[in-house]
């Protein structure tokens, strides 16, 4: 896990506001991402409830789908507990979710829709067998999200 304000904060305009992400959760996302390929990766994200949404850390959970992994992923509860816990210690809240997308698009899948959590941000990171590409964000409820332009992989 990263940890609070290490780095610049990305602005990211999602249709309906805007979302700042610390650049080095990015990084970290683009690496977990890549290391997981060809199953999901999957975690969470910490920030503030502010107008802007910061996101400030974010934190690796395991994807515990089995042997749909490589299509799908199911994020194991202790992670998410582990998750809050950390939140708490460092002054943040659980503001989203983030997952891969193995040789896959930037928008949601019908399943990644359903299980939106409401009222929390959503990240997908398009990773392919050459690495990381882009990452895409959307706000739940599940049932109109708004979709964030696609945001090029930050350089290492």
């Known amino acids: 896990m990263i940890e609070a304000g290490r780095g610049d904060l990305v602005a990211i305009d999602c249709g ?45 959970a395991a994807n515990v789908a089995g042997p749909e992994a490589e299509r799908r992923f199911e994020m194991d509860p202790g992670s998410i507990v582990f998750a809050e816990i950390r939140a708490q210690l460092m002054g943040l809240e659980v503001v989203g979710f983030w997952h891969s997308h193995p ?18 941000v959503q990240l997908i990171c398009a990773v392919s067998s ?10 739940a409820p599940a049932q109109s999200p708004t979709y964030a332009a696609p945001l090029r992989a930050p350089s290492r």
């Open 16 to 60: 309906d506001g805007e979302i700042r992400c610390v650049a080095a959760v990015l990084d970290d996302i683009a690496a977990w991402s890549a290391r997981a390929y060809p199953v999901e990766a999957c975690g969470v994200l910490l920030g503030e409830r502010a107008e802007t949404l910061p996101v400030l850390a974010a934190t690796l």
């Open 103 to 120: 040789g896959g698009t930037l928008a949601p899948s019908a399943l990644d829709r359903e299980l939106a959590w409401p009222g929390f």
């Open 130 to 139: 050459s690495g990381t590409g882009d990452f895409g964000w959307y706000r």
